[in-house]
């Protein structure tokens, strides 16, 4: 369908035209309600091009304004404005027909995206950076889909460079008896896992810390990356398992996040392809090598930083972070024939993308010029403006962050129910914390840091996300009470407000797609919210005596209500029938 915006740039172009001005048009709101829905500011740009007052220009232009049926009481007000009204019914009739349009996705594009997001570890606890990855990729996921884009999710899980050799390290320190360790074992290896997912999340962050400082420990775990690498049979059997006991867990923590991913590859899934591009870039001549290790010059003049080579192989003869990374974008280049991939990921790691894209480009190793972008995230600080740590010193664990939050939305659910029972509250709790986490999470623009604050998380007031479950929940209870009839969808003035904001869905999916930023859907869901709880105190929906009226007000509840259902769906957050 055409949208308004459409309809009314074309009456206002045409008008312009007529009025002798070819110029380019824009109609923005009209900041104050008594004056219009909208307002074309032009005039005021063309004054000087065409030596006539702004007002001049204005009158001549509503003059030859030709919007019968559709716009209503224009006027020019100083020093140059035109501001106008919707027709009522014309707006009636528009409302309907856009939110069937917009119900569903938009047509195909045809563009095959992949986004990689969440890139947990294994063996490694979520930290709060895992949480914003999940949070904001899952949504850009969503959005780009509705969009018409084809998407695919990768978790990308680290499970390959010198992480993995720190862990098998540790499980070997613990127990070096392990018939793991065995080079002479030919037989099979035990089913069980030799740890738990518990242990494992002490025992790594345990080696990683000692390997800072112990260079003789270093070189251990560097040794044994090699050989696993390698393919040494006990390793790789370990491996294995250290790869399937996380990969379970860190799948639980998903789900609570709503996070779901098509696919569950890791950098290891690059294997095949590792040697082939290693070999590829050597052999072309791409790569020289330097104190031992492989690298590849990606500086280019001009550069205002200093932009490191490329790490292709390390003094070991390692794959490492680098490496994987450039042949998983091969293989996406031939698994998945993607036109495109979206890295959700800490803005700390700007460089490394910058490094690896630039190779890529050097080395020209892709069937198909595939769009590249980094889609960079700030991080979640403590009260102190730095990344939010433990009370010793360690990056918070995400379960810690979450427990956090439950306990509070249970106080506020509790203080504000407290005639529900401990079952009911204690699943509504649930569902409100993590509406808080993940919409304080998203609502900041993507590139900004953010404050840990979790009283204003869980706030049913303000831009969050209990404010917007409540909302709902209002306009369900609402709906449960209404008894509707079949009369006419007629806007009156206390309704405007709300119906217009209804249809500046579509601006708002719009930036938030083209700029990967579900911030914008946010922004978007708590002004409708705010203009529905307007419209609520004003209007007697349930007691309206006029069933016109009536009929009106409750369409436009359920309008608002599948709007904001909507939006949530987008932004990977559920919400409640019923608070
Ligand atoms: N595992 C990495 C980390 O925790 C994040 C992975 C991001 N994705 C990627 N393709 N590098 O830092």
Not at 228 to 236: A, D, E, I, P, S
Not at 476 to 496: G, H, I, P
Request: net charge negative.
């Amino acid at each position: 369908m055409e949208l308004l915006n459409t309809t009314l740039k074309q009456i206002f172009l045409k008008a312009f035209r007529d009025s002798g001005y070819d110029d380019d048009v824009t109609i923005g709101e009209c900041a104050i309600a008594n004056f219009g829905d909208f307002q074309c500011q032009t005039p005021l740009l063309l004054a000087k091009k065409y030596h006539k007052s702004p007002l001049v220009i204005a009158n001549d232009v509503v003059a030859h304004i030709d919007g019968e049926g559709i716009i209503t009481n224009i006027t020019v007000a100083s020093p140059g404005y035109i501001n106008f009204f919707i027709d009522g019914e014309y707006l009636a009739k528009y409302l309907q027909e856009y939110l069937i349009d917009v119900a569903d996705a938009r047509k195909p594009t045809g563009k095959k995206v992949l986004i990689d997001y969440g890139g947990a570890n294994c063996a490694k606890p979520l930290h709060v950076g895992h949480l914003r990855s999940a949070d904001i990729g899952e949504s850009i996921k969503r959005i780009a889909k509705y969009m018409g884009d084809d998407c695919i999710g990768d978790v990308h899980l680290g499970d390959w460079g010198l992480q993995m050799g720190m862990v098998i390290y540790a499980v070997w320190e613990k127990n070096p008896n392990l018939v793991y360790f065995d080079k002479s074992y030919t037989g099979e290896y035990p089913s069980q896992p030799p740890f738990t997912m518990d242990e494992l999340k002490v025992m790594y962050p345990n080696i990683s810390q000692r390997a800072k400082t112990d260079e003789v420990l270093h070189e251990k775990v560097k040794k044994i990356t090699y050989d696993l690498q390698q393919g040494r049979r006990g390793y790789v059997a370990l491996w294995k398992q250290i790869i399937e006991v996380s990969k379970k867990s860190i799948k639980q923590d998903y789900d609570k996040l709503n996070a779901h991913f098509d696919l569950w590859l890791g950098e290891s899934d690059s294997k095949n392809y590792q040697d082939e591009v290693v070999d590829y870039v050597i052999k072309n001549g791409y790569s020289r090598v330097s104190d031992g290790a492989t690298i590849v010059d990606v500086a280019r003049e001009g550069d205002k930083a200093e932009i490191p080579p490329f790490m292709l192989l390390n003094s070991a003869g390692s794959a490492l972070y680098s490496t994987t990374e450039l042949a998983t974008i091969v293989q996406r280049d031939r698994e998945f024939g993607v036109d495109k991939i979206l890295y959700v990921v800490d803005n700390r790691q700007e460089l490394h993308f910058v490094q690896v894209f630039r190779c890529v480009k050097k080395i020209n190793i892709l069937k198909k010029d595939i769009d590249l972008q980094f889609v960079g995230f700030g991080t979640m600080n403590g009260p102190d403006g730095k990344p939010y740590k433990t009370r010793d010193g360690k990056a918070m664990g995400l379960d810690d962050l979450m427990q956090m939050v439950v306990d509070k939305a249970l106080e506020k659910v509790k203080q504000s129910k407290p005639d529900y029972l401990d079952t009911e509250i204690e699943n509504i709790s649930k569902v409100v914390a993590i509406s808080a986490l993940k919409f304080a999470d998203l609502s900041v623009l993507r590139t900004k840091d953010l404050v840990f604050d979790v009283d204003k998380f869980c706030s049913f007031e303000g831009k969050t996300g209990p404010y917007i479950l409540y909302t709902i929940t209002r306009a369900n209870s609402v709906l449960a009470k209404a008894d509707d009839c079949d009369a006419k969808f007629t806007l009156s003035d206390e309704d405007r407000r709300l119906a217009l904001c209804l249809i500046k869905f579509t601006d708002s999916v719009a930036s938030a797609y083209e700029k990967n930023a579900p911030s914008f859907l946010c922004d978007y869901a708590y002004s409708l919210a705010n203009e529905f709880n307007t419209f609520y105190g004003k209007s007697s929906i349930i007691y309206e005596k006029d069933s016109t009226k009536k009929h009106t007000k409750i369409m436009l509840t359920k309008f608002t209500k599948n709007m904001l259902q909507k939006c949530m769906d987008l932004l990977a957050i559920n919400t409640l029938e019923k608070m």
